[in-house]
């Protein structure tokens, strides 16, 4: 018998690490303060401009500490783009910057008062699906952004239910905040759960793939102090991979499975662009279309309970999908294909035209995006169904679930890009699993942290006041990419 060894000691951090660790803090007390001079508060005007809130007494301190504040947290997490020291170190330090956000007023948004008053009208007994929050009668309804309040709820029956679980929990308008922040940290608490497992699966540094998920600035902001039900989408979506991937090919498992993904589904129904690569993920051994059929009725049975089952509990049905359709009310040059329709208005102005080109555009878009999506699960079925010649997965970096995860993360980007708006939070359902998958960084994490300054304390949305000068800029970046593109695939 030998006599244990010495205790083995954690990496040293470097100055470096350190350095970017207080960096972060300052700049998320400085977005904190910026919240509380003038952040998204339940008083504050409306339909203001960076000009109006300037001339405020303090709009210079608002805006100068909510400036500095993003610059400084969105270096300190560009400098850590390759992996933090550890994987501890990572949460530590993500939970860290999150904390004066957490004690923040609501920043970058005005989402989380449309959530209360859509969970205090389902609360008193009307449909959120059919009527919107004005003629329901909420009495927070001066707090909601004017676009959203005739406009029935987008979301899905289980995040209704939680909304209204904040009503009845928080009393007024102060209180149903809190619980609606509580949840979503507690979303963000599932992800960091499953981040490491799926790490370990999909080969690649848990410290890498904690860093870039979750102490990114859009997750401070948007998530913890703007409380978006993002942050339950990703948790759910994230335990029910890790269920596929930990339990690959067992029935039970996948009925679980998918029952999470469902959930997810019905938070936000852009999840369901994940379900198709879950199945890959779940199927062991043999990448036949036979087994392919098996394992995806277990996953998709699994899903259509939870929908069916919430919709039941609810009480609401499926009227939450017609609301999706009102998502694309908000037009802003930020969703490339309403760049594309707004240039295409401008140029059809300068000879007298108007051809009212966005609709089109954001239709032909949405076609795109499903050719997208299933080029990239046929490609990725295509490299699993490869290692069958070999009777066996035949490369560590072409298993199962980094190929299946990596397709899931890549559908994503699809989504947010071709989507007909998009929102600075949108950019972390693909963050997530791209921080599981990718080999390099720079190329999602730049957009990321640009991402980080389209949107004001109070939550004004600079893409509304820069709309023509954004949205050449937006065409011109997305040409770029196409021809550059195009070159790749000649060579």
């Not at 005739?150 to 102060?174: N, Q």
Request: glycine share 10%; hydrophobic share 55%; proline share 8%.
């Amino acid at each position: 018998m030998t006599a244990p060894g010495p205790p083995v000691s954690p990496p040293p951090v470097s100055l470096a690490a350190s350095g970017a660790r207080y960096v972060g803090l300052a700049g998320a007390v400085l977005l904190a303060v910026a919240g509380y001079l003038g952040g998204a508060l339940p008083d504050a005007p409306l339909g203001v401009t960076p000009a109006s809130i300037w001339r405020t007494p303090d709009g210079p301190a608002t805006l100068t500490c909510w400036l500095i504040g993003t610059v400084l947290l969105v270096g300190a997490w560009w400098s850590l783009r390759e992996g933090a020291p550890s994987t501890r170190w990572a949460y530590v330090t993500a939970g860290l910057w999150a904390l004066p956000l957490l004690l923040a007023p609501p920043l970058g948004s005005r989402d989380v008062y449309s959530y209360a008053c859509q969970g205090w009208t389902y609360a008193h007994g009307v449909d959120p699906y059919t009527v919107g929050v004005a003629a329901a009668g909420c009495p927070w309804l001066d707090t909601v952004a004017p676009i959203w309040r005739d406009t029935p709820a987008p979301y899905g029956p289980v995040f209704v239910l939680l909304a209204a679980l904040a009503v009845g929990l928080g009393g007024g308008l102060t209180g149903t905040i809190v619980a609606l922040r509580v949840i979503a940290v507690a979303g963000l608490l599932l992800a960091a759960l499953c981040l490491p497992a799926l790490a370990r699966a999909a080969g690649v540094p848990a410290r890498r793939a904690a860093w870039l998920a979750l102490a990114g600035p859009l997750v401070g902001v948007h998530l913890v102090a703007g409380a978006h039900n993002d942050a339950v989408m990703l948790g759910l979506l994230l335990c029910g991979l890790l269920v596929v991937v930990r339990r690959p090919g067992r029935p039970a498992a996948l009925l679980l499975a998918g029952a999470l993904l469902g959930l997810a589904v019905t938070v936000k129904a852009t999840a369901v662009v994940v379900v198709p690569f879950a199945v890959l993920a779940g199927m062991p051994g043999r990448y036949t279309v036979r087994a392919l059929l098996r394992h995806c009725g277990w996953l998709v049975g699994g899903l259509l309970a939870a929908l069916l089952v919430t919709s039941a509990v609810s009480g609401l049905g499926f009227g939450w999908v017609g609301g999706l359709t009102h998502s694309g009310d908000s037009e802003q040059w930020t969703s490339p294909p309403t760049a594309v329709g707004f240039v295409v208005d401008y140029a059809g102005a300068l000879v007298g035209r108007d051809p009212q080109a966005v609709p089109l555009v954001r239709a032909v878009a949405l076609l795109l995006l499903v050719g997208v999506l299933v080029v990239l699960w046929w490609r990725a079925w295509q490299t699993l169904r490869g290692s069958n010649d070999a009777g066996r997965v035949a490369r560590v970096e072409t298993t199962a679930p980094r190929v299946a995860l990596h397709g899931a993360a890549l559908a994503l980007v699809a989504t947010v890009v071709l989507s007909p708006v998009f929102h600075p939070w949108y950019a972390t359902w693909p963050l997530a699993l791209l921080a599981l998958t990718a080999a390099r960084t720079t190329w999602f994490v730049l957009p990321t942290a640009a991402a980080a300054f389209l949107a004001l304390p109070d939550g004004t949305n600079l893409a509304r006041v820069t709309k023509a000068p954004g949205a050449l800029a937006m065409t011109a970046l997305l040409l770029t990419v196409l021809v550059r593109t195009l070159r790749r695939w000649r060579r």
